[in-house]
C-alpha cells in the first residue's frame, strides 16, 4: 500500500468511525459545536473526494479552482467558529474579516486568472492559519487528561505540514517525501478527529467535577449560613425571653401591691400588659423550639406510632377535661426517626387540631394511615374550623396566620415546627380543608429511611 492510499485510508477511516458520533451528540445533546463541526468535517470530506480523487479538474477549470479554494476556506472558518463555540466564547473579528478578504482575493485571482500557485496561496495559508489556532486552543482547555495535548499537537503540526507542502510543492511533489508528508496529514486527521471527541468527553468531566465542587461548596457556606441563622434565632429568642418575663412578674407585683390604687383602666392595662408579655414569651418558646429542631442531631429508633399517639392525646386531654372528643386511630405503621422530634410532632398535630375543634359540641379526631411504593402516609382528620384552600401556601409561613388571635390562640410557629422535623425524616407535610368543616393534616415517612 502506498503512502497516499495510506492518507486516504485515515481519511476514510475517521469519518465512518466518528462522523457518526459527532451526528449524536449534535442530535441528542444539542452540542451546537459538534454540530458545527459535523459540517466542517463532511465539506472536508467532500473536498478529498470530489477534488484529490480527480472527480473534478479543477487545475483546468476557473468554476474548479474558485470551488477548491472553497472548500478550503469554509471549513476553516467552520473549524474556528467550532472551537470558539466549544469554548463558549465568540469568534474574534479579525477571523471573520480575515474570512471576507481571503474569499474576495480567491473570487479575484481566479477570475484574473493568476497563476495557480498564486491563487492558492490565501486559502492554504487561512487553512494552516485556522489549523493551527485552533490546536492553539484545544492546548489550552482546562482538563486533566491527555486528550487536549494529542489534538493540539495534531492540529498544529497538520497546520505546519500543509503550508509546507504547498510551499514546496513545485520541488518535491515527484519526492517519496512528498507522500510521506501526505501520509502523515492523512493520519493526522484520524488522530483528530477522534481526539475531539476525547476532549470533549474530558473537558464535561472536567465540568462536571468543577460543578460538583462548586456545589460542595455553595452547600457547605449554605450550612454555615443556616447554623448562624439558628443560632442568632437562639441567641434573640433567649435574650428576649428572660426581660418579658421580668415584665410579667413586676406587673404581677405591682397589681399584689398596688391593686387598691389603682382604677379599673389601670388594671385593665396591666391585665393586657401581662397577656401580650406572656404571648411574647410563647412566641419566644416556640422560635427556640424551631431552632433545636434544626440544630438537633437525630438518633434513630423504632418508633410504634399508634401508642405514641395514644400516650400524646391523653397528656394533651387532661389539660381539658370538659371536652367531649371522640378520638380514633386506626392502624399505623412502627417508622425509624428520632422519639423526641417525631413526639413534638405528633403533639403539634394533635393540639392544632383540639385547638381547632374546641367550638364543636363533639370534636372529632380520626388518625389514619396509608402507604405508596416509598412512603408511609399519616393522616389527622379533624371536624374543626378548617380553613380556605386558596389560602394554604401560607401555612408553613412562619408567624403566619389563618386565623385571628381572638378566635384561635398561637404563634404561627408550630406548623413550620412540624415541616421542619419532617425534612430532617426526609419526609413532608401538607393540609387539606374546608371552612367550617374540618381539615387533615397529611405527613409522609419514608418506609426505609437513610439519613
Known sequence: MSYLEMSNLAVVAATIFTAPMYVYLYIVYRERFMGIWVMCWLLLFTRFVLFDYGIINWENSAIGSFSYQAFYIVPAYFLIYGIQNFINQPVKKHWLYGFAIIMT??????????PLVYQLIPSTSFGAAA??????????????????????????????????????????????????????CGILRLFI??????VYFEKTREGLISNQEALQQVNLELQQANQELNHFCHCVAHDFK?????????????????ADKVDNNGKELITHIQNKSAEVVNITDHLLELSRMSQKQIAMKEIKLEPLFREVYDELIE?????????????????HGDPIMIKILVANILSNALKYTRNREKAIIEVASAKDE???????????AGFDMSESSRLFQ?????????????????????????????????LKGKVNEGAVFYFSFPKSLLL
Not at 193 to 198: A, D, K, P, V, W
Not at 324 to 329: A, D, L, N, R
Open 242 to 258: 428572660a426581660p418579658l418575663q421580668s415584665i410579667n412578674k413586676l406587673s404581677q407585683y405591682f397589681m399584689r401591691d398596688y
Open 131 to 184: 489549523l493551527i489556532y485552533t490546536g492553539y486552543i484545544l492546548l489550552n482547555v482546562k482538563t486533566r487528561c491527555l486528550g487536549k495535548y494529542v489534538t493540539g499537537c495534531s492540529l498544529i503540526l497538520w497546520g505546519i505540514l500543509t503550508f509546507i507542502i504547498f510551499c514546496l510543492y513545485t520541488y518535491i511533489q515527484d519526492m517519496v517525501l512528498y507522500s510521506i508528508m501526505i501520509c502523515i
Open 105 to 114: 482575493l480567491s473570487v479575484v485571482s481566479t477570475v484574473y486568472q493568476v
Open 193 to 198: 478527529t477522534c481526539g475531539i471527541l476525547l
Open 398 to 430: 412562619i408567624f403566619d396566620r389563618l386565623h385571628s388571635v381572638d378566635q384561635f390562640e398561637g404563634t404561627g410557629v408550630g406548623l413550620v415546627v412540624c415541616q421542619k422535623i419532617l425534612k430532617r425524616h426526609n419526609g413532608s407535610a401538607w
Open 374 to 384: 416509598k412512603n408511609y402516609i399519616i393522616s389527622v382528620k379533624d371536624n374543626g
Open 319 to 335: 389539660l381539658q377535661p370538659e371536652r367531649q372528643v371522640e378520638f380514633k386511630i386506626k392502624q399505623l405503621p412502627m417508622i
